[in-house]
Structure formats: structure tokens, C-alpha cells
């Protein structure tokens, strides 16, 4: 009896997508090429189990990991061609789309050129009434994006922060808004039938978006932090996504994408106050410049959802303090009606 695979992700090496067949021979004649693989993938085999190198896909080994029988044989790290930041952003699209992908959409520059490079649905979630809303339905009609809207109830916000908040690996104010956030995304596209949601994540740190940038004394050491500590916001992102039976893909994180935003000098990511000007260059070529040099609100702030946390805090009685109201709602007093 044939040992069965088990792949959820997909595979690549090189830039060329592997079957199944393709991977199980690699595994059975040359595991070594395993060391090299790319793509967004946890895969089980006999006594083999490895996991993408970000480890976008949650599995049971750690990130980058090639195991058999529970020993490491070594870490997977991605070997794929250096290209131009565009060749590389077009490509790590491609790779990520399929007929089971939607695009997390805002109407920001990061989600409107993968948008557009896709070609696949959209999904925007947000308070009626609220910044992204409305900016997505602006944005997918001007460059033809099919659009699934779908509103937030806020009275589901407590509930959501109630089921989600334990399963955090850091719970903060911040991080409660994004994870809720992604809550209802996740949860509208496993509704609407997909198993991989495209996002934008990443690009801010690569090509230093956020406002705080612009008042930094050393733009390159905070660039560098904050790439540091993605893989705790994967973590945060990934396990809420896990609760939907699926996964969020990452095209500006693809090694090639990174590999192409490291070497453009940190002092060009930001021109004449504008944040990630090399992104949005590239950009340029696929969107209407009014939406290619957009300047918008992060996701939580955008979808209405850091302001229904907060206007729930003060009903509660934290009307200063959003982390006491985390506390509370980690202790269970919320559920109980304390």
C-alpha cells in the first residue's frame, strides 16, 4: 500500500509549481532538494514532515523545518532567482492564485495591485459606514474587481474578542483589532467558498508604510525590527485563520519580493513624505494613480472594528484603559455579564 501524502499549500522550486507526484519523488530519491523548496506548504509523508519556510501554512513542525522520524535534516530555505522588484511582485502573485483564492481588500495600494495582478474575487469586511467600505467599492470599480462586501455587525465584536483573545501569542489593544479584523475576513471568505485569502501583509515593513516612519531617526534599524517581528503577526494571523480551515497567503513576503525590496536603499523607500514610494512606482503600471499613490488607514482602523472595540471598552467602563477592557475579557467577566 502506497504511503499517502498529505500536502495542504502549494510547492515550487525554482518558480515552478510542483505536483504531487513531483513532490512524493523528492521525498522517496532526492530529499536533499527538499532544502531549497519554495511556496506556502506543511506536508506530511511516511516519516517526513516539513513546513514553508515563513510558515505561512500551520503545521506540526516549526517554520522552515525538514524532519523524519522528529529529527531535523535541515532548514528549508527558499533557493529562487533574483529579479526586479516588479518581475518578482507579478510572480509571487501568479504562484498564489487560483480558483479558491479571494484578495483581502481595502482599496490600498498594498491589496489593489495584487488585485489587479490576480484577477481574482475581492473581499472587503468593515462596520457600514466605514473607510474601507467604501474606499473598496470605489477602488473595485474603477479597476474591475469583482467585489464581495460584507458588513461587521459591532455587536458581534465582544463575542469575537471573547473566542479569539486565548489563542493569541501576544494580546494588546493593537493586536486584539487586527486578529478580530481578520476574524470576520476569514470568516467571510470560508463562507463564500475559499480555502486561501491573498493579502497585502508584509508590505508596510518592506517598504516602510507606516506614518511613524516619517519621524524616525533611523529609518533602517526600525525597517529592520519590524521585519523581525513578522513572524509574530503570521502567528496571530495564521491561528485565527486556522479556525476557518484556511490560510492566508503572502505574496510581498515571497523570498523573491524581499530579496527585491532589500536591495533598494532604505533611504529611497520614502520620497518628499511619501511612504513606500518603490512599491507604489511599481504600482503605477497596473492602477490609476489616484489609487497607486493612496495614502490609507490600517486595516483595524479602516474597518471600523478598533473604534467598536473601543466604544464597547468605555460601555464596560474602561474609558481610558482598551487593554484593562483585553483583561476583562480574558478573565471571562464579559461572558458572564460582570
Not at 486584539?176 to 476574524?183: G, L, Q, W
Not at 496571530?236 to 515571497?254: C, E, N
Request: with cysteine.
Amino acid at each position: 500500500m502506497d504511503t499517502q501524502l498529505s500536502i495542504r499549500g502549494w510547492v515550487e522550486e525554482g518558480g515552478r509549481l510542483l505536483t504531487d507526484d513531483q513532490i512524493r519523488f523528492i521525498l522517496e530519491e532526492e530529499p536533499e532538494r527538499v532544502c531549497s523548496l519554495g511556496g506556502e506548504f506543511a506536508i506530511e509523508y511516511g516519516a517526513y514532515r516539513l513546513r514553508d519556510f515563513l510558515g505561512v501554512v500551520p503545521g506540526n513542525v516549526p517554520p522552515g523545518t525538514f524532519e523524519k522520524n522528529g529529527k531535523t535534516l535541515c532548514r528549508i530555505v527558499p533557493h529562487l532567482p533574483e529579479m526586479p522588484l516588479e518581475d518578482a511582485i507579478r510572480e509571487a502573485v501568479s504562484l498564489r492564485t487560483s480558483e479558491k483564492s479571494v484578495v483581502a481588500f481595502s482599496g490600498g495600494v498594498d491589496s489593489s495591485l495584487i488585485a489587479a495582478l490576480a484577477g481574482c474575487p475581492c473581499l472587503a469586511v468593515g462596520i457600514s459606514g466605514s473607510h474601507d467600505l467604501n474606499r473598496a467599492e470605489e477602488v473595485a470599480a474603477a479597476i474591475g474587481c469583482d467585489l464581495i462586501r460584507v458588513e461587521i455587525d459591532p455587536s458581534r465584536v465582544e463575542p469575537v474578542l471573547r473566542q479569539i483573545l486565548s489563542l493569541l501569542p501576544s494580546i494588546n489593544p493593537v493586536n486584539a483589532s487586527i486578529a478580530a479584523t481578520a476574524f470576520f475576513l476569514c470568516e467571510a471568505a470560508a463562507d463564500a467558498g475559499y480555502d486561501r485569502i491573498i493579502s497585502g501583509q508584509g508590505a508596510d515593513e518592506l517598504f516602510c508604510g507606516y506614518t511613524r516612519y516619517l519621524e524616525s531617526s533611523d529609518l533602517k534599524g526600525d525597517r529592520t525590527a519590524d521585519i523581525a517581528d513578522l513572524p509574530r503577526q503570521l502567528a496571530r494571523d495564521q491561528v485565527v485563520a486556522g479556525l476557518f480551515g484556511l490560510w492566508i497567503s503572502l505574496p510581498y513576503l515571497d523570498t523573491r519580493v524581499v530579496r527585491a525590496a532589500d536591495r533598494i536603499p532604505v533611504s529611497e523607500m520614502i520620497r518628499s513624505g511619501v511612504r513606500k514610494f518603490p512599491l507604489r512606482q511599481v504600482a503605477s503600471a497596473y492602477l490609476p494613480e489616484d489609487i497607486a499613490w493612496y495614502e490609507k488607514k490600517a486595516m483595524q482602523y479602516g474597518s471600523g472594528v478598533w473604534k467598536a472595540i473601543r466604544d464597547r471598552a468605555r460601555e464596560r467602563g474602561f474609558k481610558r484603559a482598551v487593554q484593562g477592557y483585553m483583561n476583562y475579557i480574558q478573565d471571562g467577566r464579559a461572558e458572564h455579564g460582570i
